[in-house]
């Protein structure tokens, strides 16, 4: 099923479908991914994430976690993907989410269609509240959260190490239910 990819009309962003991820976008995945753990400010995560390591990846994720592609001319430029944020059932409608583009891509409006669309998603997969953790260097992330009706809700200060050094990360939640 692919996603409506929300109420932005800019004219490059007419050409992006959304659509589940397959096997086959392994490869891209994995590309994006590292492309932007490189850059150091948007995520803890460091790679390889090789095409083979993304799509075990993708076939181990369980039905409340989909990934889905942003595709322009059939080329993926975008990626992005809801997870359980807990295994405590009080905590079972909350989805930690993730969007990353292509660095060529920036700027377009793509990472603003794909939270878009996550949001609207959500709650079919039984999700009331969507919450991120961003690095706090990583101002298009946090622009991008706050520009998608999310709101800063505090820091978590050294949370987790990344490259031996400690990072803070700044929680961002919306919830889909309740109006802000």
Same mark, same amino acid.
């Given at each position: 099923?692919?996603?409506?990819?929300?109420? =932005?009309?800019?004219?490059?962003?007419?050409?992006?479908?959304?659509?589940?991820?397959?096997?086959a976008d392994a490869g891209a995945i994995g590309a994006i991914y590292d492309e932007a753990a490189a850059?150091?400010?948007?995520? $803890?995560?460091?790679?390889?994430?090789?095409?083979?390591?993304?799509?075990?990846?993708?076939?181990?994720?369980?039905?409340?976690?989909?990934?889905?592609?942003?595709?322009?001319?059939?080329e993926v430029v975008a990626w992005s993907a809801l997870a359980p944020f807990s295994h405590r059932a009080w905590y079972a409608g909350v989805a930690e989410y993730t969007? =990353?583009?292509?660095?060529?891509?920036?700027?377009?409006?793509?990472?603003?269609?794909?939270?878009?669309?996550?949001?609207?998603?959500?709650?079919? =997969?039984? =999700?009331?509240?969507?919450?991120?953790?961003?690095?706090?260097?990583?101002?298009?992330?946090?622009?991008?959260?706050?520009?998608?009706? $999310?709101?800063?809700?505090?820091?978590?200060?050294?949370?987790?190490?990344?490259?031996?050094?400690?990072?803070?990360?700044?929680?961002?939640?919306?919830?889909?239910?309740?109006?802000?």
């Open positions: 099923m692919a996603l409506r990819a929300g109420l =932005y009309s800019e004219s490059v962003t007419s050409e992006l479908t959304i659509r589940p991820a397959a096997s850059g150091g400010s948007a995520t $803890f995560a460091t790679g390889p994430h090789t095409a083979e390591e993304r799509r075990a990846w993708l076939a181990a994720r369980e039905a409340r976690a989909p990934v889905w592609c942003g595709l322009m001319a059939d969007v =990353y583009v292509a660095g060529h891509h920036h700027g377009r409006g793509i990472g603003r269609r794909m939270l878009a669309a996550l949001a609207e998603a959500a709650p079919r =997969y039984g =999700y009331w509240k969507l919450v991120g953790m961003i690095l706090p260097e990583n101002g298009a992330g946090l622009a991008l959260a706050l520009g998608g009706g $999310f709101r800063e809700v505090g820091t978590h200060r050294a949370h987790a190490r990344r490259q031996g050094e400690w990072r803070d990360v700044t929680i961002v939640e919306r919830h889909l239910e309740v109006p802000a």
